[in-house]
């Protein structure tokens, strides 16, 4: 007899088997707690995406229209307005590109969104979703110059025409997001206003991912929440992560919201240049435990040659990094599945072009 069944021939004699098995079918009923799903991802570099002579681009957000090309929303500024990269808060536009499939080429189409200047100045940082039938594009402006007053815009359409109108939930001019005026929230003591979208509904709620510099925080992120796609949004009062992110890109794939940012503090001895896969099951907070890394520096991808030849804009030049760090994912969607990511990096091996964005394909590991 094993030692299992003797246990069992035990109970039974002393009148306690049913006991036993009634407590065994209790455990069994008892609710299961979802954790969050662990999946990790390879990137596989395809090329340059966006690539404009005589201007800096940068964040590259991707959409698919209703002509089933891959449509682009591009932050660009010229090189020429100013001698370092600070045109991306002083000079910057937001471009629309197409291409026939998710790698390109892509074609400049027009400018979806003006710099025009005062308060409504600098346009940068732009993140396109489709949800509930309307293209969604949200992005980033200042106040003259002041990256303090950085605030969230939001805009909706159609169709991607770039007749952009306000979120009915937002101010006249498209705000959707100031820096909280509630003494008790996450960020009402912010340096830099609020900045960096990036949206996803989940769960019936429509969920405003951004960024504050903080305090003894430094930069960290937070959601701003509400019941309809276009508004109000309510900021979450308590951060969703600790410090050490830059750069957030929210996306869902079944009960897990996950975020796919810079390493922007080093964490689990990772590249400044390189990425993180953070991970939520709720969507409120995202663990460090469960943080992974994730994409690396552009040189680890196309060796460090050509990059070590070229000019670098960013980081600025007593910084002594060729390694091709990579800024703004942002990420295709396709059958519910992240397929690509665009990506920005401050260093051009083209003459007389700035800055680029570049497109890599992603796939779930096995």
Known sequence: MTKNSEQLHSLHHHGLFHLAKSLIISLIALPTFCTAEIT?????????AVQTEGMHVWGSSPVIGADEKVHLYVARWPIA??????????????????GDTPEGPFEFVRVAVHDQDGT???????????ID?????????????????????????D??????????????????????????DWNFEAKLGVSNPSLIKYKGKYMLYIKSVIPNGGYSYGVAVSDKLEGPYKNHPKKVTDGGIEDAYAFTMGETVYLLSRNFGHLLGGSHGGGLLWRSKNGLWFPKKDVKLSFKPLAEYTGAEDLKNGTKYRPPAKVNDYSGRLERPQILMM?????????ATGISTREGYGSCSHVFRMTKKD
């Open 133 to 157: 039938g309307k293209y969604v594009l949200c992005f980033i402006v200042n106040e003259n110059d002041k990256l303090k007053t950085q605030r969230i815009i939001m805009m909706v359409a």
């Open 335 to 343: 059958d519910g599945q992240p397929a690509y990511v665009y990506m």
């Open 81 to 98: 307005t100013q001698k370092d990269f600070n045109g991306w808060y002083k000079d910057c536009e937001i471009a629309h590109y197409v």
């Open 159 to 184: 169709d991607l025409n770039d007749e952009w109108r306000p979120a009915a939930g937002a101010e006249e001019d498209g705000t959707i997001l100031r820096k909280s005026s509630e003494p008790s």
């Open 40 to 48: 990790d991802f390879d990137f596989e570099y395809i090329g340059p």
């Open 120 to 130: 409504f100045n600098s346009p940068h940082n732009p993140t396109i979703q489709k």
